[in-house]
């Protein structure tokens, strides 16, 4: 069981920057693949980025690439997204979610195991 807890979000004017972080506990956070995602008002939760186990590999939605990045501190068992230069498109609820498997980065939200509750993100134009 991993228990994760969003932090970070909230109210920031467009081309401005935040740093979401993902505090896992319960089990081993080092054997998980991590990943963020998005939900909207009205939109379907979406793959914003994911990172490997051992943070050598990470892969972007096409939407925040060159923008968003993530990482992972695994001796603080916490996963971060940096986001840099925001749009009032990227408003939205963001949640950090925990996938089991070691091999592979995924996309498809009904592929991870866990998932936190969530932090607001607002970006005004």
């Known amino acids: 069981q991993v228990q994760l807890v969003e932090s970070g979000g909230g109210l920031v004017q467009a081309g401005g920057s935040l740093r979401l972080s993902c505090a896992a506990s319960g089990h081993t956070f080092r054997s998980y693949a991590m990943g963020w995602f998005r939900q909207a008002p009205g939109k379907e939760r979406e793959f914003v980025a994911a990172?490997?186990?051992?943070?050598?590999?990470?892969y972007y939605a096409d939407s925040v690439k060159g923008r968003f990045t993530i990482s992972r501190d695994n001796a603080k068992n916490t996963v971060y997204l940096q986001m840099n230069t925001l749009k009032p498109e990227d408003t939205a609820v963001y949640y950090c979610?925990?996938?089991?498997?070691?091999?592979?980065?995924?996309?498809?939200?009904?592929?991870?195991?866990?998932w936190g509750q969530g932090t607001q993100v607002t970006v005004s134009s």
């Open positions: 979610a925990a996938d089991g498997r070691l091999s592979g980065l995924r996309v498809d939200l009904y592929e991870y195991d866990y």
């Open positions: 990172i490997s186990w051992s943070g050598s590999m990470s």
